[in-house]
């Protein structure tokens, strides 16, 4: 990714973590999948890139279930 997007990309996530706080990564995919459906365009790119930015910051876990990462701690050693 070039590195002017990701560096609008964070600028974005800043922007959107200040106006939506907790919402705002939920803002950015649901931005990055307006575009047709299977299109991977700039902008899909660049709002990917927004939600991936705002992950970090917030030290989300991108691709992790709610019920893995919630009782992750629940799971029992299956050895035992």
């Known amino acids: 990714m070039p590195w002017r997007l990701r560096r609008e990309a964070r600028t974005k996530a800043s922007d959107l973590i200040a106006a939506y706080g907790p919402l705002a ?10 575009g047709p459906r299977g299109a991977r365009g700039r902008r899909d790119q660049f709002w990917t890139a927004v939600a991936i930015a705002i992950a970090d910051v917030e030290g989300r876990e991108i691709g992790v279930s709610g019920a893995d990462r919630w009782h992750a701690s629940d799971v029992r050693d299956p050895s035992v």
Do not use: F
């Open 25 to 34: 990564y939920r803002v950015a995919r649901e931005e990055a999948r307006k």
